[in-house]
């Protein structure tokens, strides 16, 4: 009975980080970008009484053995990155990414962080940077007289002015793409960072090889569906509830073996 408790207690503990990623799923129904988390588990150790195939009497072979698990736990927690829905914007400079690719970030420090935030601003020297007002790694620069900007499905970035109404062009946005986009850091504010996992990433003209393409007055919305996240959530409840009813069947069992003693 005390195996069983603390079986039981694993997999109370893994259905509780179940429900916090569930949650944080929900709480990011309305990020922009955002890609949902799906946890994935795996049985502990068992404990083996007799082995599959051994040997019993009169030369016989057991076919199944006789093995029993200790639990489950959590193994990983896998990223989708499957495409958000895109919405319309009024934002002049609002960028959306459909297909696969992240944008190039440069972090204060340096480094270059990646996204699929689209909500691209200017600064006061007229450079595309995102909301924090970092500047993307393609340095884009837009003159202040330009009097109405286009950025087009491959990512080129052209403008007018007054004196130039055939239009200019300031320069194009590029897209990354990483072998195992699972694998990059989760950085929160929307950031990935590159990890051993995910590879080397690969700067790519947008629409090229499989390179997702730029929608200009669109932004990405988040990848969660509500409807999935409370089935997944009511499912992750009942199964809470079924290992505390097992700690109780356990406390119950024992309790008997303690009034037979007395």
């Given at each position: 009975m005390i195996r069983a408790l603390r079986t039981a207690s694993t997999g109370m503990q893994a259905q509780q980080r179940q429900v916090e990623t569930i949650a944080n799923n929900i709480a990011n129904v309305n990020t922009t970008a955002f890609k949902k988390n799906r946890l994935a588990f795996r049985s502990l150790l068992y404990q083996t009484y007799r082995k599959p195939g051994a040997n019993l009497a009169k030369n016989q072979i057991d076919p199944t053995g006789l093995q029993v698990g200790t639990g489950t736990e959590v193994s990983r927690s896998v990223k989708s990155f499957g495409q958000g829905d895109l919405m319309p914007t009024s934002g002049q400079f609002?960028?959306?990414?459909?297909?696969?690719?992240?944008?190039?970030?440069?972090?204060?420090?340096?480094?270059?962080?990646?996204?699929?935030?689209?909500?691209?601003?200017?600064?006061?020297?007229?450079?595309?940077?995102?909301?924090?007002?970092?500047?993307?790694?393609?340095?884009?620069?837009?003159?202040?007289?330009?009097?109405?900007?286009?950025?087009?499905?491959?990512?080129?970035?052209?403008?007018?002015?007054?004196?130039?109404?055939?239009?200019?062009?300031?320069?194009?946005?590029?897209?990354?793409?990483f072998a195992n986009p699972a694998g990059l850091d989760a950085r929160g504010d929307n950031y990935y960072a590159e990890t051993p996992s995910s590879g080397t990433p690969t700067e790519q003209t947008p629409g090229d090889t499989g390179t997702g393409t730029i929608k200009h007055g669109y932004l990405e919305r988040s990848n969660v569906q509500v409807v999935d996240e409370l089935i997944e959530l009511i499912q992750a409840q009942r199964n809470y509830e079924l290992n505390s009813r097992t700690i109780k069947v356990g406390d119950e069992m024992m309790q008997q073996v303690n009034q037979m003693i007395r």
């Open positions: 609002d960028v959306a990414i459909k297909g696969e690719g992240f944008f190039g970030i440069a972090a204060p420090n340096g480094e270059t962080l990646y996204t699929r935030d689209g909500a691209l601003r200017i600064d006061s020297e007229g450079m595309l940077t995102n909301s924090e007002g970092f500047k993307l790694s393609q340095q884009v620069a837009i003159p202040k007289e330009a009097l109405s900007v286009v950025i087009g499905s491959d990512g080129t970035v052209t403008y007018t002015t007054a004196s130039s109404p055939q239009g200019s062009t300031a320069g194009q946005l590029k897209l990354f793409r």
